[in-house]
């Protein structure tokens, strides 16, 4: 097992294109003013393809186009995004653009328009500029330097202040296989999912039905365990794409070593959520949380992403204030099973309740620990082996001003 | 129906001891720094008691013991209220505390202790400065005064701005009968209950039974139809008690102006959570939103509290922004049967989404519109008759301000 870690490596130019055969473009074509907005993904062979998608009942018409292409065809080898308009609660006319976004990036191609995912982030309820979109798709150029995977990696942007990309190579039957992830999110991140479109590039060798189940489950545990406002949007997509050009033996669950793979593609999935979570709008820190003792690890996620998610203990993180009993009410109210006499709670590594109660901590030392970019609450319910974490972001006067501001 | 309609009155002179028989105060103890701490509510005599209580795993002591005080007596004659601390989190010596305050309240107006309810709001996990709480009980002095029930009603408030007060008066077998009710709320507003504290006091004839029905069915309406945070509190409470001293014949479902009283009833708890939402922490505006059609009253509820709690509509309506894609989205994920096709949303009179798609509408005025301090936001789903309303406020630069710092 430790020669299987150590063979695990995270690599510094962490980009979309790192796995062989995939290059990218990010280009300026006029939905937003003057930041990049139109972005593409290619494989040079057709790749297994998984996707999720968003939870909500109101689905923006790239996002119902792109699952049934995912679930129809068990392939996928290029992904169009545009960023500055969502194409959601635009009728027949939105889908007829996700359309047409799908048919002119397979032309361009020359592949199926079978083949082509379509991604869309941006306000909802507004009429794709399609005569942008058109020029654009024309205009784009995907290539395979760094150069290119970070115009793309921007491209997708909307209020995030930073890119989002990860990647780690390992060996697999003596061939490096790489898996590399990007992302954007922001605001309406609450997933199940939210305003958040992942991409997940791999060379690997692995079916569609195992990179599917494996995103699936992926999923509750990394982008499914990060909130940052509670919002869940209309567009929310996570793709993956595996062409197999690293020419490992396929990938399933016997295979000797389907546990690293499935620990880097997890690696790769919590890397993402925590980049989303830390960069949420107006956030300074990230918040993780995380939850033992509960009766089952979804209860324990539960708990964990109910108290990362409330905006008394998001104000007080951002105040540097160690309210606890801000922590330990989120826990009561989660709607899961309680004991309040055998609760434990740290902030850091201070314990400040034991068995329900308060006991006597350092505010000072608390006061500066909650100082950090990086926050940890943990809490032990001491009811049953569940466990699980939720990451989430503080909340300041900056969510509130970019968001009482966005649209106008 | 229309003579009785006419016989109900708003009193002006709002207040909880308007009914007669009742008496209140509220002084300053020592709990907080400056501003008024504790507060009393007498009775002349014995009333009928209903409550209803936080639905948080994690209750605080004083209602812990106050729900047991309401559910095995039927009767209650005195309310004893602190604020500044919760009483929350704080063990053995929590319940020692609010056993003490029950006593004490007892012993100084000569009755017993199971008449008497207990309730704190403030911060969690704090022992009582019982000394304080000692001294101030022996202190307080009920009276009949507006004055008295002016200190009251600031005695029980937290972070909110202003006093919660309001009354009506009706005639019931040519006897007047007055409802009158008083609250605290502001943080931690997520009714099912939130840290809200609301008392009614009613001279009416009613029975315990028939009372905690009422209450219970009135609350689903209006108390659990606010959120100002989404976090829920470990103290909430609502208490009822009715002194039957306006002599009218005991009300039951089968009295003739049963649903006259019940109607003032409901107007006695929608004010008081009306004035709950719109003084909700760093709120600007009250946002009543409203849904028709929906499969079920208790959906349409629910539809209505997602769109009101989303946080992005709540610093739209805050920016006046007429950002109707986030309250389509909203809608979309509060988990209830939605047809994306059908629905109709109007902010104030103005439609802007028909068929679930936007319509033309004039930015400017609707800009205008959401200058108002009340804000409407109407949707209708066209699949049932379920209607439901829910309150809440905007999400402001002062919500984070007051919560960073609430407890330094």
């Known amino acids: 097992m430790a020669q299987i870690v150590e063979s695990v490596k995270k690599l510094t130019s962490e980009s979309i294109i790192a796995p062989k055969g995939f290059s990218a473009a990010g280009i300026h074509c006029g939905l937003k003013h003057k930041k990049k907005d139109l972005g593409m993904i290619v494989s040079e062979v057709p790749a297994s393809v998984a ?7 109101i689905k923006a018409a790239p996002l119902v186009l792109t699952k ?33 976004m799908q048919q002119l990036t397979a032309e361009k191609l020359g592949i199926s328009p079978q083949l082509v995912g379509v991604a869309s982030t941006g306000v909802i309820g507004e009429i794709m500029k399609m005569d942008k979109v058109v020029t654009g798709i024309d205009m784009i150029q995907p290539g395979h330097t760094l150069e290119n995977a970070i115009d793309f990696a921007q491209s997708i942007l909307t209020t995030d202040t930073v890119m989002k990309n990860t990647a780690y190579a390992v060996e697999i039957d003596g061939q490096e296989v790489i898996i590399a992830g990007v992302a954007k999110g922001s605001g309406m991140i609450e997933p199940n999912m939210a305003t958040m479109l992942g991409f997940i590039t791999t060379d690997a060798n692995i079916e569609q039905k195992e990179l599917q189940a494996l995103l699936k489950k992926t999923t509750d545990t990394t982008f499914n365990a990060i909130t940052v406002d509670g919002d869940t949007s209309t567009n929310d997509t996570v793709l993956v794409l595996a062409n197999g050009l690293a020419q490992n033996n396929p990938l399933t669950p016997e ?12 690696k790769v999935a919590e890397d993402l959520s925590k980049m989303i979570a830390q960069d949420g709008e107006g956030a300074t820190k990230l918040i993780e949380v995380t939850v033992e003792g509960a009766i089952t690890d979804e209860e324990a996620r539960k708990i964990a992403k109910t108290v990362v998610g409330s905006p008394l203990v998001k104000t007080a993180v951002f105040g540097c204030d160690a309210n606890w009993g801000r922590v330990i009410c989120a826990i009561g109210y989660s709607g899961c099973t ?45 009811q049953g082996d569940g466990v699980g974490k939720a990451w989430g972001c503080d909340l300041t006067y900056d969510y509130v001003q970019i968001n009482a501001t966005y649209r106008s």
Chains 1, 2 share one sequence.
């Open 338 to 382: 309680i004991d309040p006499t055998n609760i434990l709670i740290k902030i850091g590594d201070t314990m400040v309740v034991e068995k329900g109660e308060p006991i006597p901590f350092s505010e000072t030392e608390l006061t500066a620990y909650l100082k950090n970019h990086e926050v940890k609450i943990y809490a032990n319910l001491h």
């Open 51 to 57: 996707g999720v998608f968003t939870t909500n009942a």
């Open 68 to 100: 049934e292409t995912v679930y129809t065809n068990e392939k996928m080898q290029a992904i169009i995004i545009n960023s500055g308009n969502a194409n959601a609660c635009t009728g027949t006319q939105g889908m007829a653009d996700a359309l047409q």
């Open 255 to 266: 295979h000797p070593q389907w546990s690293v793979f499935e620990d880097i593609f997890v």
